[in-house]
Nanobody
Framework: QVQLVESGGGLVQAGGSLRLSCAAS????????MGWYRQAPGNERELVAD???????NYGDSAKGRFTISRDYAKNTVYLQMNGLKPEDTAVYYC???????????????WGQGTQVTVSS
């Protein structure tokens, strides 16, 4: 069974930086795409950024110019470097992995448990 474990969230002042990490485990051969989403109270979950197996990155409007997504393919890990954080970035950040090839075949999309990011003004 594929599992995603996120780390790196926390409390930071406005203008500060955080780096989120998400490691996938579970007899994985390859992962087509990994990404980060976020959900603030009362809001729908929204895309922050994702990155494909070809290292093509896609950013949500809120992340453009401030956040950078990257992957370590050997470690099945995705990172999100967040700079210039704003109070409106406060949310639970979720990692996901899509089109995962494992010893058991192609697995469905998997989500992490989420990590809280709080930005104080």
């Amino acid at each position: 069974q594929v599992q995603l474990v996120e780390s790196g969230g926390g409390l930071v002042q406005a203008g500060g930086s955080l780096r989120l990490s998400c490691a996938a485990s579970g007899n994985i051969f390859s992962i087509n795409a990994m990404g980060w989403y976020r959900q603030a109270p009362g809001n729908e979950r929204e895309l922050v950024a994702d990155i494909t197996s070809g290292s093509r990155a896609n950013y949500g409007d809120s992340a453009k110019g401030r956040f950078t997504i990257s992957r370590d393919y050997a470690k099945n890990t995705v990172y999100l470097q967040m700079n210039g954080l704003k109070p409106e970035d406060t949310a639970v950040y979720y990692c996901n992995a899509r089109k995962i090839r494992t010893v058991r075949g192609l697995q469905p999309t998997v989500w992490g448990q989420g990590t809280q990011v709080t930005v104080s003004s």
